[in-house]
């Protein structure tokens, strides 16, 4: 890139930065949804979120955790396992000045990365298509144990394997935990992770907890 389009690059996001912070974000209503595991299947329930969610009243026998059988993201909220229950979405009030600011920052830290990537139209995007959303188990024979992952629509991924929890995010073909790196590649109903640091360290997964039917968005 050259010097002249980087500055300009730079004047644009800084300004965009500097409107958002001198106006404030508007909230959005909370209100409470219903969102159930039927047939202990994974469920997502599309909903603006404004990434602040409650357990409010659980309906099923079924344990409601978050993190593995509940959990959200900014375009809806997720249930497994069973796991029936009513969330409150939405802050339903102001911002706060930090969390105006914050929203700021954030936006453009988006805006320079937009900018960016007017430059390089060959760029993945970050959304998630609508085979690989959903949960998917499949055996790691490497590490001898089976994986179970769930994978959202804005593509955060949480999983469980040898009895613990984790978290990741999946970006184009890259599945990303807190340890390791993936490449994804659609196999039937499922996919293939193959270990960006090992190839011969392949995982196959199966879908076992149904999917989003909403298409890839």
């Not at 389009?5 to 500097?18: F, H, I, K, L, N």
């Not at 039927?38 to 979120?49: H, K, M």
């Not at 949960?135 to 994986?147: E, N």
């Not at 790196?181 to 996919?191: D, I, K, S, T, Y």
Request: net charge positive; charged share 20%; aromatic share 8%.
């Amino acid at each position: 890139m050259s010097a002249n389009r980087m500055t300009g690059t730079r004047t644009v996001a800084v300004a965009v930065c500097t409107a958002l912070v001198a106006s404030s974000l508007p909230a959005v209503a909370s209100e409470t949804i219903r969102c159930s595991s039927s047939g202990y299947r994974y469920n997502y329930c599309r909903v603006n979120t404004d990434n602040d969610v409650r357990l409010e009243r659980q309906r099923s026998s079924a344990d409601c955790r978050q993190g593995y059988s509940w959990g959200h993201d900014r375009r809806g909220v997720w249930v497994n396992h069973g796991c029936d229950a009513d969330f409150r979405v939405g802050s339903g009030g102001g911002h706060s000045d930090k969390a105006v600011a914050a929203g700021a920052a954030i936006a453009g830290i988006a805006v320079i990365a937009a900018l960016a990537a007017q430059g390089n139209k060959g760029q993945q995007s970050a959304d998630v298509a609508s085979w690989a959303v959903g949960t998917f188990s499949g055996y790691d024979a490497q590490l001898g144990t089976d994986v179970e992952v769930t994978i959202l629509p804005g593509g955060r991924v949480t999983g469980h394997a040898r009895g613990s929890s984790f978290e990741g995010n999946l970006a184009g073909t890259l599945l990303r935990t807190e340890r390791q790196a993936f490449r994804v590649e659609r196999l039937g109903n499922g996919f293939v992770a193959v270990d960006e640091r090992d190839s011969s360290h392949r995982v196959v997964y199966r879908r076992s907890g149904g999917g989003y039917s909403g298409g890839s968005y």
